[in-house]
Structure formats: C-alpha cells, structure tokens
C-alpha cells in the first residue's frame, strides 16, 4: 500500500510520502511511473492510502471544487469530503458498501491533509481528526508512528520528523518505497 505522514512542530507543517504502487504483488515502482500521492489543493497538500484508483478521482474533484473545497478546519474537512461523499457517489459510482453492520455509507477514502491551518486526517465514514503532533496512514503507518514518536522531542523540524517517518515505513514495509516526497510550510496563527 503505503506509507503518509503529517507532522506539526515548531510553527512548520509537513507532509510526506513514498511512491511506490502495488497491484496484489506486483511492485510498480517510480522506475517505471512517476507516482506521485501528494498533491496540492489551494494551499493544502493531500494525500491518501488505499486503492490506485482514488488518486486520479480525488486529484479532479478536490482541484475542481474550487471555493467549495475548504480545508482549514477541522469542521471545513469535514463539510468538505461530505460534499465530497455525494460527488463520488453521484459521477464517479463509488461502492459504498464495506461490512452489513456499517454506521454509514463508506467513501473507502483514507486521506492527511496539511496546510498552514495544521494538519488532519480523514477516514472511510468522514471522520475528521485534527492532529497535535503527527500522524500516519497505509500500510507502513506503525514503522513511520513508532519511528516519529521516538524522534519527535529531539527533532527540531517537521520535515526531518515526517522523512523520518517515511523513511522507517520503507525500511520495514514491502509495500513502501522511495523515493519519497516531502513538501513543508510555516503554520498560520
């Protein structure tokens, strides 16, 4: 799958990434396409863990929502991917079923968001966290959280916290590989 983090320290923000894609067990690795899972969205940068094919759906939808798409808060988030929720049910077909006993219909989206407002995570029935510190999702998330946690006190950066993040998630996880894409800014009051 994967391995994304988001980290806040120091008045600076980052998120990072591996870029590798896998398909059951086969590796398409950044030799063979450029697989970038972060991108911008106004002054945010999103990323997600899961299935290929949300990449290219989010990339449009997020980009094209213009005004609509407001990811400063965690409620913004929020509003924001319910929007989001309807739109992919509605033109790009989402299955929203995943168990019979589910709360909710799922938008099978795992997905950190980071921006000078801070940094938040979304997952399958819109749920919203505002992080204090770091996060990570996919399949390297406990390499990349165990390894940023041991380094978050001494570490005087974001970035160099979310590489270190990134780079255990590699060292451990099959699914996770380099080269990585770290992309940092100041926080806003």
């Not at 409620?75 to 509605?90: G, N, P």
């Not at 974001?158 to 270190?164: F, K, S, V």
Request: net charge negative; with cysteine; charged share 25%.
């Amino acid at each position: 799958m994967t391995t994304c983090v988001v980290v806040k320290k120091n008045n600076q923000i980052a998120i990072a990434s591996d870029s590798l894609v896998t398909f059951g067990d086969t590796r398409l690795s950044h030799a063979y396409e450029v697989n970038e899972k972060i991108f911008p969205v106004g002054d945010s940068y999103v990323t997600l863990a899961g299935t290929a094919a949300h990449f290219p759906v989010m990339r449009k939808l997020l980009t094209g929502m213009g005004d609509e798409c407001r990811l400063g808060s965690r409620d913004e988030v929020f509003e924001t991917f319910s929007r989001v929720h309807e739109i992919l049910k509605e033109k790009y077909f989402l299955n929203t079923k995943e168990d019979e006993d589910d709360p909710y219909e799922s938008s099978q989206i795992t997905a950190l968001i980071a921006n000078p407002h801070g940094i938040f995570g979304v997952y399958s029935y819109r749920e919203v966290f505002s992080f204090d510190r770091f996060w990570g999702i996919g399949s390297g998330r406990n390499f990349a959280l165990g390894a940023m946690y041991a380094v978050y006190d001494k570490a005087t950066s974001a970035r160099e916290i979310a590489e270190i993040g990134v780079h255990a998630g590699a060292e451990f996880d099959k699914s996770t590989s380099g080269p990585f894409r770290v992309y940092s800014v100041p926080m806003r009051d």
